[in-house]
């Protein structure tokens, strides 16, 4: 089968691998119609996470079901998934509580595991013809339509950008009416926007410093904040003093936001120098901006081990010095971590199907499967307003 391999530092190719095969009785394998590039691929292509040389790339797939071991009950041959990017067993502890990003067989020694990631297991990517799928009864989202139809672009986003940004919503606890700020407007954050609108957030502030991610963000209904313009914290109490209306007592002390939510993770940029990075500014930022009281949830990545560390601030086990004492004194809540799949993505495939959401406005580029090197290189480098690359294939 065909698939993007990783080969070395910032070099992927398109190259004849092994087909995926059913090699344990509850597996399936699917012939994927559609994946999506990810940033968190880029984190392997730029060498950050230790990828090995000839791993299959890619965790968002979508594609019909073209094999089945004789323990899988709940999909068919023929059957149209989509794959969230966490594998979990669905039956162990911690998925039998929704907890699935944290399963504790897929992966054993560890906990969790997904498609493509070092660290996370032995599982290849989705960027190719054919994916093998473990615990294929937890991991097949069941949808209905056919491969190309006007729902195809919507559904691959249930694999890890949607249901990550709603993730982040659920983790900073985005209730109607709440003020939210989403820094990074990536896909995941442009899609932690657009699930906080869905649940009725009053403002959405989208923060970024790349003009077509801000002008999608714009274009989708946000407020955007350009951190070129300056220090997005005071900008945003800018913005939100100037808005008309009566004041409750003390209101002018809660011109921050009641929701925070990280979509960079590590590769933060230092507001100082924007050419280099800082993992600890937009947590910084954060909990400036976060009202007494206030939530954030934090779905950028995090990694324990970075190749490469950024000077100021960085750590190579991902230890970092962070605010705590004014997330104390604020009394914020604070959540992490990876999406539990499990939880979201039934809900998310039924708001797609009925017109409700069309989280594919994010998506700004097509291409074939083969074209991958020259689109991994240029979204690596953030030239030609990528925002959300989609393979078909
Ligand atoms: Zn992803
Ligand atoms: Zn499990």
Not at 212 to 221: S, V
Not at 239 to 246: D, E, F, H, T, V
Not at 275 to 289: C, F, H, S, T, Y
Request: with cysteine.
């Amino acid at each position: 089968m065909r698939a993007v391999v990783f080969m070395a530092t910032r070099e992927v190719a398109v190259a004849d691998v092994p087909d995926a095969r059913v090699e344990q009785d509850d597996d399936v394998v699917v012939r994927v119609t559609s994946s999506a590039l990810c940033g968190t691929d880029l984190h392997m292509y730029d060498g950050r996470t230790g990828a090995v040389p000839g791993m299959v790339l890619g965790h968002e797939g979508l594609g019909i079901v073209e094999d089945a071991g004789p323990a899988v009950h709940r999909v068919r041959r023929g059957d149209r998934v989509v794959l969230p990017a966490h594998i979990y067993c669905g039956v162990c502890f911690n998925c039998a509580r929704g907890d699935s990003a944290a399963c504790l067989r897929v992966h054993p020694g560890h906990v969790g595991g997904a498609y493509a990631m070092p660290g996370m297991g032995p599982f290849r990517g989705s960027q190719a013809e054919l994916v093998r799928v473990p615990f294929a009864d937890a991991n097949c989202v069941v949808l209905p339509g056919a491969p190309g139809d006007e729902d195809e672009d919507d559904f691959v986003l249930i694999a890890d950008a949607w249901v990550t940004g709603w993730h982040a919503t659920e983790l900073a606890g985005v209730r109607a009416a709440d003020t939210v700020a989403v820094f990074g407007a990536g896909a995941v954050g442009l899609l932690a926007a657009y699930s906080a609108q869905l649940r009725g957030a009053s403002e959405v502030y989208s923060v970024d410093l790349i003009q077509e991610r801000l002008d999608k963000a714009a274009e989708l209904g946000f407020v955007p904040v350009d951190v070129r313009q300056g220090d997005p914290v005071e900008q945003i109490r800018e913005l939100r003093r100037a808005r008309p209306g009566a004041r409750l007592r003390g209101e002018e002390e809660m011109a921050g936001v009641m929701a925070g939510i990280d979509a960079v993770g590590f590769q933060a940029r230092d507001r100082s120098h924007l050419d280099k990075e800082d993992p600890r500014q937009v947590i910084n930022d954060l909990a400036r901006l976060v009202n007494p009281t206030g939530r954030l949830g934090i779905a950028g990545v995090f990694t324990t081990t970075d190749a490469a560390p950024a000077p100021e601030g960085g750590h190579a086990d991902g230890s970092l010095h962070v605010p705590w004492a004014t997330l104390f004194n604020k009394g914020v809540t604070v959540g992490f971590g990876r999406t539990h799949d499990r939880r979201y993505t039934t809900h998310l495939r039924d708001l797609i199907i009925s017109g409700r959401a069309r989280p594919s406005l994010i998506i700004t580029h097509h291409e074939s499967l083969e074209n991958a090197p020259g689109i991994y290189d240029r979204f690596d480098r953030r030239v030609d307003g990528i925002v959300k690359a989609v393979f078909h294939h």
